[in-house]
């Protein structure tokens, strides 16, 4: 305001001069002219004060400007400053070497640039770039070891807590990840699941999940009996044959699939077709099959290969009335009477006949003439 101030005492003076000027060289003629000379004055006044205050204003405004530009420049540096130093902590743990006095803290050539850029951010040369070697008390050095310590370490553990993450994370990828079960154990654990289902009676599960298993091993005997079994358990008897078929062919010798085939012809009355079933394996030595064909092939008049099989039966056990029975019908059927005499006192002999079978055999004693 004192520029105003003073240009206003310049008008003023400017005016009594140009007064005193006017009464010497003119003489005011009328009242008319003195009123629009004072009113020129006052214009002129009143443009001069509108012309100082938008110059006060725009003054205002610029030192304004100047001032908030000065505290984002300072702010800007602060965090450079803050960005530069935790840079030279860190290459201060790595790289710094201290002479063996204690006194100075010699700097690497890299941490020197990093001074220099600072340096030339505040208006250093950048062509004065060179390593130093800073003068520091040892209790600066202390302070900034401990600094520089708690600044490592704290790194160290967030290292430590993302590898922990990780490792958390790669857990629960594993965790959710997919196994790959090889042939035998899916088979097992389809196996495992017609058990179940069997067990609770929810058979089209369980002919579901072997037919599963025998896709993926057709050699898998159990699950072809057990399958077989559950067809011929709803009277699905031709699926069941088939199915044993196709078990003969991958297994010539397995003597199971023959005598569920051989069960399955006999309960359809095809005597014929289970006798030929089971011939196949005529000399095999187990008691279960030879009693199957002893009875079967006697049932279909073919006493020859009866009297095998009860011959093998005797061979397995000697000491069984039944067997020596058997032997001695299908002799006395074959017309083969001294053969039947002897199997018929062998079995009374053995002492474990019925009743009935026992008065059977002492009857055709009689008979035969003995």
């Known amino acids: 305001m004192s520029v105003i101030n003073q240009m206003l005492k310049d008008l003023d003076q400017r005016q009594v001069n140009e007064v005193a000027v006017g009464e010497k060289n003119i003489v005011i003629s009328s009242g008319d002219s003195s009123k629009k000379l004072l009113l020129l004055s006052i214009l002129f006044i009143i443009i001069i004060n509108i012309a100082g205050i938008f110059a006060w204003h725009l003054y205002t405004e610029n030192q304004s400007l100047k001032a908030s530009q000065l505290t984002f420049e300072q702010r800007q540096f602060s965090?450079?400053?803050?960005?530069?130093?935790?840079?030279?902590?860190?290459?201060?743990?790595?790289?710094?070497?201290?002479?063996?006095?204690?006194?100075?803290?010699?700097?690497?050539?890299?941490?020197a640039k990093v001074i220099t850029s600072k340096e030339t951010a505040i208006g250093t040369p950048i062509n004065k770039v060179a390593p130093f070697t800073a003068q520091k008390s040892s209790t600066t050095v202390v302070a900034e070891q401990v600094s520089a310590a708690k600044f490592s370490k704290k790194l160290d553990n967030t290292a430590t807590a993302k590898q922990e993450v990780a490792e958390k994370r790669s857990a629960t990828k594993l965790s959710i990840s997919r196994v790959q079960l090889t042939p035998q154990q899916l088979v097992q654990q389809k196996l495992t699941k017609a058990e179940k289902a069997i067990e609770n009676n929810a058979i089209k599960s369980a002919e579901q999940l072997f037919e599963d298993i025998l896709l993926i091993m057709p050699e898998h005997h159990s699950a072809r009996k057990q399958l077989a079994a559950l067809w011929f358990g709803r009277q699905s008897h031709q699926a069941a044959l088939n199915l044993l078929s196709n078990g003969i062919v991958l297994a010539p010798n397995n003597s199971e699939y023959r005598i569920m085939q051989a069960r399955i012809y006999l309960n359809l009355g095809q005597r014929e077709n289970a006798v030929n079933t089971l011939l196949a394996l005529a000399s095999y030595r187990d008691v279960e099959y030879q009693a199957l064909l002893a009875s079967t092939a006697q049932q279909v008049s073919k006493y020859q290969v009866a009297i095998d099989a009860y011959r093998r039966l005797t061979e397995l056990d000697l000491h069984r009335g039944r067997w020596w029975l058997g032997l001695a019908v299908a002799y006395d059927s074959n017309s083969q009477f001294d053969q039947a005499i002897v199997s018929y006192q062998k079995a009374l002999t053995a002492g474990d006949l019925s009743g009935n079978a026992a008065k059977f055999s002492r009857e055709r004693l009689q008979e035969l003439g003995e």
């Open 79 to 111: 965090k450079e400053l803050v960005e530069e130093f935790q840079k030279k902590i860190a290459l201060t743990n790595t790289s710094a070497q201290t002479e063996p006095n204690g006194d100075k803290l010699v700097v690497p050539l890299a941490e």
